[in-house]
Protein backbone atom coordinates (compact mmCIF):
# COMPACT_ATOMS: atom_id res chain seq x y z
CA UNK A 1 0.00 0.00 0.00
CA UNK A 2 1.23 3.12 -0.90
CA UNK A 3 1.13 5.64 1.80
CA UNK A 4 0.18 9.39 1.79
CA UNK A 5 1.95 12.32 2.73
CA UNK A 6 0.53 13.83 5.79
CA UNK A 7 0.15 16.92 4.98
CA UNK A 8 -1.76 16.30 1.91
CA UNK A 9 -4.13 15.85 4.29
CA UNK A 10 -7.23 18.25 5.28
CA UNK A 11 -7.70 17.86 8.94
CA UNK A 12 -10.74 16.24 8.60
CA UNK A 13 -9.41 13.71 6.27
CA UNK A 14 -6.46 13.23 9.11
CA UNK A 15 -9.57 12.44 11.17
CA UNK A 16 -11.27 9.89 9.56
CA UNK A 17 -7.36 8.18 9.72
CA UNK A 18 -6.90 8.79 13.16
CA UNK A 19 -10.32 7.23 14.07
CA UNK A 20 -10.02 4.50 11.77
CA UNK A 21 -6.87 3.33 13.54
CA UNK A 22 -9.50 3.47 16.78
CA UNK A 23 -7.72 6.78 18.35
CA UNK A 24 -9.86 9.67 19.03
CA UNK A 25 -9.98 12.43 16.84
CA UNK A 26 -7.94 14.54 19.05
CA UNK A 27 -5.27 13.46 18.19
CA UNK A 28 -5.49 14.94 14.96
CA UNK A 29 -5.13 18.46 16.67
CA UNK A 30 -2.03 17.35 18.16
CA UNK A 31 -0.37 15.98 15.27
CA UNK A 32 -1.30 19.43 13.38
CA UNK A 33 0.64 21.02 16.41
CA UNK A 34 3.84 19.12 15.56
CA UNK A 35 3.63 19.66 11.73
CA UNK A 36 3.04 23.50 11.93
CA UNK A 37 3.76 24.97 14.95
CA UNK A 38 6.85 22.99 15.91
CA UNK A 39 7.90 21.67 12.27
CA UNK A 40 8.60 18.46 12.80
CA UNK A 41 9.19 16.08 10.30
CA UNK A 42 9.37 13.15 11.78
CA UNK A 43 6.57 11.31 13.87
CA UNK A 44 9.41 9.23 16.14
CA UNK A 45 9.47 13.15 18.12
CA UNK A 46 5.95 13.59 19.07
CA UNK A 47 6.25 12.84 22.35
CA UNK A 48 2.72 13.43 23.00
CA UNK A 49 1.32 10.49 20.78
CA UNK A 50 1.32 6.93 21.88
CA UNK A 51 4.15 4.82 20.64
CA UNK A 52 2.05 2.38 18.92
CA UNK A 53 -0.28 5.19 17.35
CA UNK A 54 3.31 6.65 15.69
CA UNK A 55 3.99 3.22 14.31
CA UNK A 56 0.76 2.74 12.52
CA UNK A 57 0.30 6.16 11.11
CA UNK A 58 4.51 6.19 9.71
CA UNK A 59 2.74 2.31 8.52
CA UNK A 60 0.13 4.75 6.83
CA UNK A 61 1.49 8.24 5.80
CA UNK A 62 4.62 9.62 5.45
CA UNK A 63 6.30 13.16 6.56
CA UNK A 64 8.00 15.14 3.92
CA UNK A 65 10.85 17.54 4.10
CA UNK A 66 12.90 19.96 1.34
CA UNK A 67 16.13 19.40 1.59
CA UNK A 68 18.26 22.51 0.73
CA UNK A 69 20.67 22.62 -2.35
CA UNK A 70 20.73 26.60 -2.12
CA UNK A 71 20.59 29.65 -0.14
CA UNK A 72 21.43 32.95 -1.69
CA UNK A 73 21.06 36.12 0.73
CA UNK A 74 20.72 39.70 -0.54
CA UNK A 75 19.86 42.77 0.96
CA UNK A 76 16.48 42.29 1.04
CA UNK A 77 15.54 38.87 -0.34
CA UNK A 78 16.79 35.21 1.15
CA UNK A 79 16.30 32.72 -2.01
CA UNK A 80 16.13 28.91 -1.57
CA UNK A 81 16.67 26.19 -4.20
CA UNK A 82 15.37 23.01 -2.66
CA UNK A 83 15.10 19.30 -3.82
CA UNK A 84 11.90 17.33 -3.41
CA UNK A 85 11.74 13.54 -2.43
CA UNK A 86 11.81 13.30 -6.75
CA UNK A 87 14.91 15.10 -7.19
CA UNK A 88 13.37 18.21 -8.84
CA UNK A 89 14.50 21.17 -7.73
CA UNK A 90 12.19 24.48 -7.14
CA UNK A 91 12.74 27.86 -5.52
CA UNK A 92 11.04 29.84 -3.25
CA UNK A 93 11.69 33.67 -2.09
CA UNK A 94 11.66 35.19 1.13
CA UNK A 95 11.37 39.26 0.79
CA UNK A 96 12.06 41.10 3.83
CA UNK A 97 10.03 44.43 4.49
CA UNK A 98 10.45 46.62 7.47
CA UNK A 99 7.41 45.09 9.36
CA UNK A 100 6.43 41.52 7.71
CA UNK A 101 7.79 38.81 5.55
CA UNK A 102 6.47 37.85 2.34
CA UNK A 103 6.70 34.47 1.08
CA UNK A 104 7.35 34.19 -3.00
CA UNK A 105 6.49 30.22 -3.57
CA UNK A 106 6.16 28.21 -6.37
CA UNK A 107 3.15 25.70 -7.40
CA UNK A 108 4.76 24.14 -10.39
CA UNK A 109 7.99 22.56 -11.62
CA UNK A 110 8.20 24.12 -14.67
CA UNK A 111 5.57 25.38 -16.28
CA UNK A 112 3.68 25.35 -19.48
CA UNK A 113 2.25 29.30 -20.43
CA UNK A 114 5.44 29.75 -22.57
CA UNK A 115 5.16 33.47 -21.53
CA UNK A 116 8.51 34.93 -23.77
CA UNK A 117 10.59 37.17 -20.64
CA UNK A 118 9.67 34.21 -18.26
CA UNK A 119 12.77 31.97 -17.09
CA UNK A 120 10.34 28.92 -15.23
CA UNK A 121 8.82 27.88 -18.54
CA UNK A 122 11.96 26.90 -20.03
CA UNK A 123 11.82 23.18 -20.42
CA UNK A 124 8.10 23.28 -20.07
CA UNK A 125 6.03 22.05 -17.11
CA UNK A 126 7.59 19.02 -15.72
CA UNK A 127 4.98 18.45 -13.11
CA UNK A 128 2.13 19.82 -10.19
CA UNK A 129 3.05 20.54 -6.90
CA UNK A 130 1.04 18.71 -4.48
CA UNK A 131 -0.33 20.43 -1.81
CA UNK A 132 2.40 18.93 0.80
CA UNK A 133 5.27 20.68 -1.52
CA UNK A 134 3.44 24.18 -1.25
CA UNK A 135 3.40 24.07 2.49
CA UNK A 136 6.84 22.67 3.10
CA UNK A 137 8.13 25.72 1.18
CA UNK A 138 6.38 27.70 3.85
CA UNK A 139 7.20 25.81 6.65
CA UNK A 140 10.84 25.27 5.54
CA UNK A 141 11.69 28.80 5.89
CA UNK A 142 9.49 29.41 8.86
CA UNK A 143 11.54 27.14 10.77
CA UNK A 144 14.74 28.89 10.01
CA UNK A 145 13.24 32.38 10.95
CA UNK A 146 11.45 30.76 13.84
CA UNK A 147 15.17 28.95 14.95
CA UNK A 148 16.89 32.75 14.36
CA UNK A 149 13.82 34.19 16.85
CA UNK A 150 13.29 36.57 13.26
CA UNK A 151 9.68 37.47 12.26
CA UNK A 152 7.55 35.17 11.25
CA UNK A 153 6.03 34.98 7.61
CA UNK A 154 2.50 36.49 7.21
CA UNK A 155 2.09 37.20 3.67
CA UNK A 156 2.15 34.36 0.97
CA UNK A 157 2.54 35.36 -2.76
CA UNK A 158 2.37 32.36 -5.53
CA UNK A 159 4.54 34.21 -7.54
CA UNK A 160 7.47 31.59 -8.05
CA UNK A 161 7.65 28.88 -10.49
CA UNK A 162 4.62 27.59 -12.19
CA UNK A 163 0.86 28.89 -13.12
CA UNK A 164 -1.47 28.04 -9.77
CA UNK A 165 -4.57 28.10 -11.22
CA UNK A 166 -3.26 24.90 -13.76
CA UNK A 167 -2.57 22.98 -10.50
CA UNK A 168 -6.58 23.94 -9.08
CA UNK A 169 -7.45 21.69 -6.97
CA UNK A 170 -4.24 21.36 -5.66
CA UNK A 171 -3.29 25.08 -4.68
CA UNK A 172 -6.81 25.48 -3.33
CA UNK A 173 -6.14 22.84 -0.70
CA UNK A 174 -2.87 24.67 -0.08
CA UNK A 175 -4.68 27.56 0.62
CA UNK A 176 -7.43 26.06 3.32
CA UNK A 177 -4.50 24.36 5.01
CA UNK A 178 -2.34 27.73 5.20
CA UNK A 179 -5.89 29.57 6.42
CA UNK A 180 -7.16 26.65 8.92
CA UNK A 181 -6.57 28.39 12.22
CA UNK A 182 -5.15 25.35 13.78
CA UNK A 183 -3.04 24.90 10.62
CA UNK A 184 -0.46 27.79 10.14
CA UNK A 185 -3.42 30.47 10.80
CA UNK A 186 -2.66 33.01 7.83
CA UNK A 187 -5.73 35.71 6.66
CA UNK A 188 -7.06 34.58 3.16
CA UNK A 189 -6.54 38.61 2.34
CA UNK A 190 -2.56 37.71 3.17
CA UNK A 191 -2.38 35.45 0.16
CA UNK A 192 -2.16 36.34 -3.46
CA UNK A 193 -2.47 33.94 -6.21
CA UNK A 194 -1.36 35.21 -9.96
CA UNK A 195 -2.02 34.43 -13.07
CA UNK A 196 -1.43 34.59 -16.58
CA UNK A 197 -4.91 34.76 -17.41
CA UNK A 198 -6.32 31.07 -16.82
CA UNK A 199 -9.99 32.37 -17.43
CA UNK A 200 -11.80 28.88 -16.35
CA UNK A 201 -9.73 28.99 -13.12
CA UNK A 202 -10.21 32.38 -12.12
CA UNK A 203 -14.12 31.49 -12.85
CA UNK A 204 -13.52 28.58 -10.46
CA UNK A 205 -11.93 31.00 -7.92
CA UNK A 206 -14.25 33.61 -8.22
CA UNK A 207 -17.32 30.52 -7.07
CA UNK A 208 -14.66 28.93 -4.56
CA UNK A 209 -15.34 32.66 -2.71
CA UNK A 210 -12.76 33.49 -0.74
CA UNK A 211 -10.86 36.50 -0.11
CA UNK A 212 -7.78 36.12 -0.93
CA UNK A 213 -5.90 38.46 -3.46
CA UNK A 214 -6.03 37.93 -7.24
CA UNK A 215 -3.19 39.12 -9.26
CA UNK A 216 -3.06 39.09 -13.11
CA UNK A 217 -0.34 39.47 -15.30
CA UNK A 218 -1.54 41.61 -18.11
CA UNK A 219 2.02 42.79 -19.13
CA UNK A 220 0.14 44.04 -22.74
CA UNK A 221 -3.32 46.55 -23.52
CA UNK A 222 -3.79 45.14 -26.53
CA UNK A 223 -4.69 41.38 -28.03
CA UNK A 224 -1.74 42.10 -31.03
CA UNK A 225 0.99 43.09 -28.30
CA UNK A 226 -0.47 40.38 -25.42
CA UNK A 227 -0.20 37.38 -27.96
CA UNK A 228 3.35 38.02 -29.03
CA UNK A 229 4.57 37.94 -25.53
CA UNK A 230 1.94 35.46 -23.74
CA UNK A 231 0.58 32.76 -26.03
CA UNK A 232 -1.83 31.89 -23.58
CA UNK A 233 -3.57 35.25 -24.92
CA UNK A 234 -4.46 33.62 -27.89
CA UNK A 235 -6.60 30.91 -25.72
CA UNK A 236 -7.83 34.01 -23.93
CA UNK A 237 -7.96 37.32 -24.93
CA UNK A 238 -8.46 40.37 -23.34
CA UNK A 239 -11.85 41.02 -23.49
CA UNK A 240 -12.76 37.28 -21.86
CA UNK A 241 -9.87 37.43 -19.38
CA UNK A 242 -11.11 41.36 -18.39
CA UNK A 243 -14.33 40.42 -17.99
CA UNK A 244 -13.61 37.12 -15.46
CA UNK A 245 -11.47 40.16 -13.46
CA UNK A 246 -14.81 42.18 -13.51
CA UNK A 247 -16.69 39.17 -12.35
CA UNK A 248 -14.34 38.15 -9.62
CA UNK A 249 -13.98 41.96 -8.34
CA UNK A 250 -18.27 42.27 -8.67
CA UNK A 251 -18.02 38.72 -6.66
CA UNK A 252 -15.58 38.61 -4.09
CA UNK A 253 -15.95 42.54 -3.33
CA UNK A 254 -12.03 43.15 -3.64
CA UNK A 255 -9.95 45.23 -6.22
CA UNK A 256 -7.95 42.88 -8.30
CA UNK A 257 -4.09 43.34 -9.09
CA UNK A 258 -2.93 43.83 -12.56
CA UNK A 259 0.99 43.06 -13.11
CA UNK A 260 2.64 45.22 -16.04
CA UNK A 261 6.16 44.26 -16.30
CA UNK A 262 8.02 47.23 -18.76
CA UNK A 263 9.42 46.32 -21.85
CA UNK A 264 12.04 48.39 -23.32
CA UNK A 265 10.09 49.46 -26.85
CA UNK A 266 7.83 46.57 -26.67
CA UNK A 267 5.16 47.78 -24.16
CA UNK A 268 6.39 50.67 -22.17
CA UNK A 269 4.89 53.66 -24.44
CA UNK A 270 2.36 56.48 -23.81
CA UNK A 271 0.35 55.32 -25.81
CA UNK A 272 0.47 51.94 -24.17
CA UNK A 273 -0.15 53.37 -21.19
CA UNK A 274 -3.19 55.27 -22.92
CA UNK A 275 -4.88 51.90 -24.06
CA UNK A 276 -4.19 50.54 -20.71
CA UNK A 277 -5.98 53.29 -19.20
CA UNK A 278 -8.88 52.88 -21.60
CA UNK A 279 -8.74 49.07 -21.04
CA UNK A 280 -8.87 49.20 -17.49
CA UNK A 281 -11.82 51.68 -17.26
CA UNK A 282 -14.44 51.24 -14.72
CA UNK A 283 -12.48 48.16 -13.22
CA UNK A 284 -11.29 48.35 -9.53
CA UNK A 285 -7.82 47.27 -9.93
CA UNK A 286 -4.32 48.28 -8.87
CA UNK A 287 -1.96 48.23 -11.25
CA UNK A 288 2.01 46.71 -10.12
CA UNK A 289 4.66 47.79 -12.46
CA UNK A 290 7.60 45.52 -12.19
CA UNK A 291 11.02 45.98 -13.73
CA UNK A 292 12.09 42.99 -16.41
CA UNK A 293 14.89 40.64 -15.29
CA UNK A 294 16.58 40.02 -18.33
CA UNK A 295 17.08 36.21 -19.04
CA UNK A 296 19.38 34.29 -20.92
CA UNK A 297 17.92 33.29 -24.47
CA UNK A 298 15.89 36.00 -24.61
CA UNK A 299 16.70 40.00 -25.92
CA UNK A 300 14.37 41.91 -24.07
CA UNK A 301 15.70 44.85 -21.80
CA UNK A 302 14.25 46.31 -19.01
CA UNK A 303 12.88 49.93 -19.74
CA UNK A 304 14.87 53.09 -18.86
CA UNK A 305 14.32 54.84 -15.48
CA UNK A 306 12.80 57.82 -17.80
CA UNK A 307 10.16 55.52 -19.36
CA UNK A 308 9.51 53.77 -16.11
CA UNK A 309 8.82 57.26 -14.58
CA UNK A 310 6.87 58.56 -17.53
CA UNK A 311 4.29 55.57 -18.20
CA UNK A 312 3.94 55.63 -13.96
CA UNK A 313 3.35 59.13 -14.17
CA UNK A 314 1.30 58.80 -16.63
CA UNK A 315 -1.47 56.39 -15.44
CA UNK A 316 -1.47 58.07 -12.15
CA UNK A 317 -2.13 61.47 -13.61
CA UNK A 318 -5.19 59.57 -15.03
CA UNK A 319 -6.24 58.48 -11.23
CA UNK A 320 -5.12 55.07 -11.56
CA UNK A 321 -3.32 53.49 -8.32
CA UNK A 322 -0.25 52.46 -9.43
CA UNK A 323 2.79 50.90 -7.38
CA UNK A 324 6.75 50.84 -9.00
CA UNK A 325 7.91 47.20 -7.30
CA UNK A 326 11.61 47.82 -6.30
CA UNK A 327 14.18 45.70 -7.64
CA UNK A 328 14.51 43.15 -5.16
CA UNK A 329 17.06 40.30 -5.40
CA UNK A 330 18.08 40.62 -8.90
CA UNK A 331 21.89 40.14 -8.00
CA UNK A 332 20.88 36.55 -7.12
CA UNK A 333 18.73 36.07 -9.89
CA UNK A 334 15.49 36.17 -8.10
CA UNK A 335 13.50 36.39 -11.05
CA UNK A 336 11.59 33.07 -11.26
CA UNK A 337 12.95 30.01 -12.25
CA UNK A 338 16.78 31.58 -12.59
CA UNK A 339 18.30 29.94 -10.08
CA UNK A 340 17.31 26.51 -11.50
CA UNK A 341 18.13 27.37 -14.55
CA UNK A 342 21.57 28.44 -13.65
CA UNK A 343 21.87 25.12 -11.45
CA UNK A 344 21.00 23.54 -15.39
CA UNK A 345 19.08 20.25 -16.00
CA UNK A 346 15.99 21.81 -14.48
CA UNK A 347 17.57 21.81 -11.03
CA UNK A 348 16.75 17.68 -11.28
CA UNK A 349 19.69 16.10 -8.76
CA UNK A 350 19.68 11.98 -8.85
CA UNK A 351 20.72 11.53 -5.37
CA UNK A 352 17.35 12.26 -3.42
CA UNK A 353 18.82 10.43 -0.63
CA UNK A 354 17.56 12.54 2.84
CA UNK A 355 14.03 13.38 1.25
CA UNK A 356 11.61 13.91 4.23
CA UNK A 357 11.90 12.15 7.36
CA UNK A 358 9.59 9.47 7.75
CA UNK A 359 11.20 7.22 10.13
CA UNK A 360 10.33 6.07 13.64
CA UNK A 361 13.78 6.53 15.22
N1 LIG B 1 2.28 32.12 -13.56
C1 LIG B 1 1.91 33.18 -12.70
C2 LIG B 1 2.83 33.38 -11.50
C3 LIG B 1 4.31 33.28 -11.69
S1 LIG B 1 5.20 34.60 -12.42
C4 LIG B 1 1.76 34.47 -13.47
O1 LIG B 1 2.04 34.48 -14.67
O2 LIG B 1 1.30 35.45 -12.91
C5 LIG B 1 5.07 35.99 -11.33
C6 LIG B 1 5.18 37.33 -12.07
O3 LIG B 1 6.52 37.57 -12.54
C7 LIG B 1 4.28 37.42 -13.29
O4 LIG B 1 3.68 38.66 -13.35
C8 LIG B 1 5.27 37.22 -14.42
O5 LIG B 1 4.76 37.69 -15.63
C9 LIG B 1 6.48 37.97 -13.90
N2 LIG B 1 7.75 37.63 -14.54
C10 LIG B 1 8.18 36.45 -15.03
N3 LIG B 1 9.41 36.55 -15.55
C11 LIG B 1 9.79 37.82 -15.38
C12 LIG B 1 10.99 38.55 -15.72
N4 LIG B 1 11.99 37.97 -16.34
N5 LIG B 1 11.03 39.85 -15.37
C13 LIG B 1 9.99 40.45 -14.75
N6 LIG B 1 8.85 39.83 -14.41
C14 LIG B 1 8.76 38.52 -14.73
Redesign the pocket.
Known amino acids: MQRVNIKDLTRQELEHIITDLGEPGYRAQQIWDWLYRKYMFSFANMSNLPPGLRKRLADKTFISWPRLLKRQEAEDTIKYLLQLRDGQGIETVLMRYRSWHSLCLSTQVG?A?A?K???STRGGKLRDLSTAEMLDQVLFVQRELNSKGDKPITRVV???M???LDNYENVIKFIYILHDPDGLNMGFRRITI???GLVPGIMKLTQEGIPVNL?V?L?APDNKLRDKIMPINKRYPLEKLLKACREYVEVIGRRITL?Y?LIAGMNDSLKHAEELTRLLDNLSCHINI?P??P?PGCDYRPSSPKTTTGFVNYLRARGMSVTQRREMGQSITA??GQLRLVRGKGGRIDNSEGQGNDYLG
Open positions: CMCFCALMGGEPSTCASHETILNIAC
